[in-house]
């Protein structure tokens, strides 16, 4: 819920903006978003991706986040330096003005340690303290749109309204880290970080490729109006994403404490119900795609609709990727973490250069979904490599039960293609549904109730 929320405001808030700005500011800003995603694990490398491992290995935690957090604050004040000496020149190369590479360098110190310390919390289950801070940023959040509506409707307004909020709230978690952890620098702290987030850079960059260089090269290939209209079927077609992050949030500490314990088939239904659960969540964002455009951006922006069935499937494997992934950076396997992600990374650039310029915008998201798709693929492929190693052939998941749920998040999407097409046809099916749920809703209330207990 926490997650949720701290997300969901950004989701609530793109209508507005999209009615606020023009098609050509959303579209920097949408730009924008995708650089800041690169660019802060190149700044911060991503250093809170090693402190569950560092957890695994020191009891004191709270000295642990204060020391990632000191190697954090080094990285992102160099950065900031670097960034604003060289700014006119990395906006010419970012496609951004001078002053969104002021606020894009200097949002990085601050979100470095919202990352580490949000980790920390819910590995120690302290719920208290961050949904306070998360409601926080999200009221926060919202002065965004008082910036655009009264000071100006720019990219920039939006921008530097975020970084102001997001500074206030990191500078008094900086305080808080450091006064509890009493420890800025430890030697041992640093270079296990740098070594086991370092040589992973190539995977998270490649993550990155396949999330979000899609709309960079529209952006260049095509201009920020077809950014915008890319960016709402993604945003549409993503919003699962915001129950996917707040379970996964939580998953993934819960994941390793699993694996340390042995608790495998634990942890097996928990990733099966999980699974299950993203895909109705998905199926139901395809059904209702066009209704969903028509209330994020408008008539100006539905001609979008045609990508979000195959950004929605996309978006299915780049969750299930992550089971197999972290098994692999639980035991430290970092080569076959990285070999999939450059290979899927390279071939995404190549297929959307190709087919973005024969076919328009919208080929990115078939690009895209393929090579998520084999992205799954290879890391299961590794996965069961570290399973025969390690675990002598034990295998940590109902693969068959995976298998099921992908099978049946592909036909769904192939139906409800053909569905959309027949607006008649797709709201008849969803009356004859809602009467036949009313109707036997005794039925379906014990049923739920049941696999809820279970």
Not at 321 to 331: D, H, T
Not at 343 to 352: F, G, K, T
Not at 426 to 439: M, N
């Amino acid at each position: 819920v926490c997650s949720f929320l701290q997300r969901g405001i950004s989701m609530i808030a793109t209508p507005i903006f999209t009615r606020l700005l023009s098609t050509e500011n959303y579209g920097l800003y949408s730009t924008y978003l995708s650089w800041e995603t690169v660019l802060m694990m190149l700044v911060t490398l991503s250093l809170y991706k090693a402190m569950m491992n560092l957890y695994v290995k020191y009891e004191n935690q709270e000295m642990v986040l204060s020391a990632v957090c000191g190697l954090e604050l080094v990285l992102s004040l160099t950065w900031l330096v670097i960034g604003i000496s060289f700014r006119n020149l990395a906006a010419e190369w970012l496609g951004l003005s001078p002053q969104l590479v002021c606020c894009l360098f200097a949002s990085f110190i601050f979100q470095a340690v919202v990352q580490c310390w949000s980790l920390y919390k819910r590995y120690i289950y302290d719920y208290k303290t961050l949904v306070a801070v998360t409601l926080l940023s999200t009221v926060g959040s919202l002065f965004g749109v008082v910036a655009v509506v009264f000071v100006s409707p720019t990219a920039e307004a939006r921008v530097l309204s975020n970084t102001i909020v997001m500074a206030l709230i990191g500078i008094a978690l900086y305080y808080s880290v450091f006064k509890k952890g009493k420890k800025f620098y430890d030697k041992r702290i640093w270079l296990f970080s740098l070594g086991f987030c370092i040589p992973l850079m190539p995977h998270y960059l490649s993550e990155f490729v396949l999330q979000s260089s899609d709309k960079i090269m529209i952006n260049y290939l095509c201009g920020p109006s077809d950014v915008a209209l890319y960016s709402i079927a993604y945003s549409a077609g993503s919003l699962i994403n915001l129950i996917t992050n707040a379970v996964n949030s939580t998953f993934a500490p819960y994941q390793y404490q699993k694996l340390k314990s042995g608790e495998y088939k634990v942890m097996a239904k928990r990733a099966d119900q999980v699974l299950f659960f993203v895909a109705a969540m998905l199926a139901g964002i395809m059904l209702f795609s066009r209704e969903i455009v028509l209330i994020f951006g408008g008539m100006k922006y539905i001609e979008s609709v045609d990508v979000i069935i195959p950004i929605c499937i996309g978006v299915y494997f780049n969750y299930m990727f992550q089971l197999f992934a972290r098994v692999q950076e639980y035991y430290e396997r970092k080569l076959t973490v990285v070999i999939p992600s450059i290979l899927c990374a390279v071939l995404n650039l190549i297929l959307n250069y190709i087919f973005i310029k024969l076919c328009g915008y919208q080929a990115a998201a078939y690009t895209t979904f393929f090579c998520y798709a084999l992205f799954c693929f290879i890391h299961y492929m590794f996965y069961k490599k570290v399973c025969t190693e390690i675990l002598n052939g034990t295998q940590l998941y109902d693969v068959k039960g995976l298998l099921a749920i992908s099978v049946g998040v592909m036909f769904s999407g192939v139906v409800i293609t053909f569905i959309n097409r027949l607006l008649w046809l797709k709201y008849t099916i969803l009356v004859v549904v809602l009467v036949a749920l009313i109707i036997n809703r005794k039925r379906v209330f014990s049923a739920l109730k049941s696999v809820l207990g279970k």
